[in-house]
């Protein structure tokens, strides 16, 4: 009932900067705490970014500084500002939300991901 879609991956080179989106859809009343997350291959799954429905965010170590994320409510939609990009944030940036759907019933989705590649 609820859709994640990201877009804004693409080939940058090494200090480029890229912004993905998010844009949820479906039976939507709110949507709570909202991130990015990355899998690089052969490696785990891990936290990019998170950002709360009041705006608390939290960074992963390795982006702290470079990254920085943000939501439209009126859109359903999370941003994800990378820059001074470098070859070792090359992955498949995935979006995760934590959403109320009608009914008051809470649930967390993933989107299908969008690959970000920067060449040396």
């Known amino acids: 009932q609820v859709q994640l879609e990201e877009s804004g991956g693409g080939l940058v080179q090494a200090g480029g900067s890229l912004r993905l989106s998010c844009a949820a859809s479906g039976r939507i009343i709110s949507i709570r705490d909202m991130g990015w997350y990355r899998q690089a291959p052969g490696k785990q799954r891990d936290l990019v970014a998170t950002i709360s429905k009041g705006g608390i965010t939290n960074y992963g170590d390795a982006v702290n500084g470079r990254f920085s994320i943000s939501r439209d409510d009126a859109k359903n939609t999370v941003y994800l500002q990378m820059n001074s990009l470098k070859p070792e944030d090359t992955a498949v940036y995935y979006c995760?939300?934590?959403?109320?759907?009608?009914?008051?019933?809470?649930?967390?989705?993933w989107g299908r991901g969008t690959q970000v590649t920067v060449s040396s």
């Open positions: 995760n939300a934590d959403v109320l759907r009608v009914g008051f019933t809470r649930s967390n989705y």
